[in-house]
């Protein structure tokens, strides 16, 4: 069964770092989404992504953050300059885009810590 | 963000004897809902949807109610089985708006025990 791949599954930064979170959405699917947890709160949505641009960001998502789909699979979010507050886990999820669907499929996650 | 509550962190249930987790939410706007499910260092895995237009949706052991006037969800779960012990998620989303982002609650622990 198709699945969200995410890539690294844990990644441990200094504060003022970049880092790049990787996920590879399901071959077909046309929407791509980045959602955050931090600890002991909600799963929240961060951006939405369709033909190439965003589509929808969150009061979260400021311009230390972007996202890019550099070929046909790949779909990173990069931190540009890391905060504490930044540490969270990391989901990426990608949906089909068939009109009257909304399910979205969520990869295993990225656990980002920032020292 | 209170736009999606569940207000029960935590659900134990007998093997076998029905499993109901709650959701309320308080956007009008919101036209589809959707439950996860979602192990310890996994992601969350999509489980069963519901449009507003409907008031019920059955998949297996799972059955999703919505009742719009209340503004309030359910997922059943009959019989429960120890494999679904997991974070359980309500999500909802208002399509007419957003290309599909989900606001979520902060989720339902269910422990079921044989």
Known sequence: ?115 | DQQVKQNSPSLSVQEGRISILNCDYTNSMFDYFLWYKKYPAEGPTFLISISSIKDKNEDGRFTVFLNKSAKHLSLHIVPSQPGDSAVYFCAASDRGSTLGRLYFGRGTQLTVWP
């Open chain 1, 1 to 115: 069964e198709p699945e969200v791949t995410q890539t690294p599954s844990h990644q441990v930064t200094q504060m003022g770092q970049e880092v790049i979170l990787r996920c590879v959405p399901i071959s077909n699917h046309l929407y791509f989404y980045w959602y955050r947890q931090i600890l002991g709160q909600k799963v929240e949505f961060l951006v939405s992504f369709y033909n190439n641009e965003i589509s929808e960001k969150s009061e979260i998502f400021d311009d230390q953050f972007s996202v890019e789909r550099p070929d046909g699979s790949n779909f990173t979010l990069k931190i540009r300059s890391t905060k504490l507050e930044d540490s969270a886990m990391y989901f990426c999820a990608s949906s089909p885009g068939l009109a009257g669907v909304n399910e979205q499929f969520f990869g295993p996650g990225t656990r980002l810590t920032v020292l």
